[in-house]
C-alpha cells in the first residue's frame, strides 16, 4: 500500500498563492496516478486535479483550470499543487490520492472511487 502525508497548507491571500505537497511512501513503484481533492465543510469532496504518474498528463477541475498546476517529482515520490490566482472562499481540506497499478481496473481521472490511498489532508482557507 502507498501511505501519503500531506504539506504546505494554511491560510492565503485572495489573489495570492500558495503550494501543497504530498510525499508518498511505502509501495510507491505501484503509483500509475495521483489526485488532489477538496472538501469543505457541508459540501461533497471534489476533484481539483489529477496527474498520471509516468508520463505526466494531467487532468484539471473546471474551477481551477488556469490557475492550478499540479506536478510530480518522481526522486522524491511528492507531487505538487501551485495554486495561483487564488479566489476567497471557506476553509477546505485538501486531500492527496493515489492510484496504484492500473491492472484490469477502470481508472476515471478525477473519480474519487478510482483512488486507492489517500492522505490525511491539510488545510487551505483564503481572505478576502
Known amino acids: 500500500q502507498v501511505q501519503l502525508v500531506e504539506s504546505g497548507g494554511g491560510l492565503g491571500q485572495a489573489g495570492g498563492s500558495l503550494r501543497i505537497s504530498c510525499a508518498a511512501s511505502g509501495r510507491t513503484s505501484r503509483i500509475y496516478a495521483m489526485g488532489w481533492f477538496r472538501q469543505a465543510p457541508g459540501k461533497e469532496r471534489e476533484s481539483v486535479a489529477t496527474?498520471?504518474?509516468?508520463?505526466?498528463?494531467?487532468y484539471y477541475a473546471d474551477s481551477v483550470k488556469g490557475r492550478f498546476t499540479i506536478s510530480r517529482e518522481h526522486a522524491k515520490n511528492t507531487v505538487h499543487l501551485q495554486m495561483n490566482s487564488l479566489n476567497p472562499e471557506a476553509p477546505a481540506f485538501y486531500y492527496c490520492a493515489a492510484r496504484e497499478t492500473l491492472g484490469s481496473r477502470v481508472f476515471r481521472w478525477g473519480v474519487e472511487a478510482d483512488f486507492d490511498s489517500w492522505g490525511q489532508g491539510t488545510q487551505v482557507a483564503v481572505s478576502s
Open positions: 496527474i498520471n504518474w509516468s508520463d505526466g498528463n494531467t
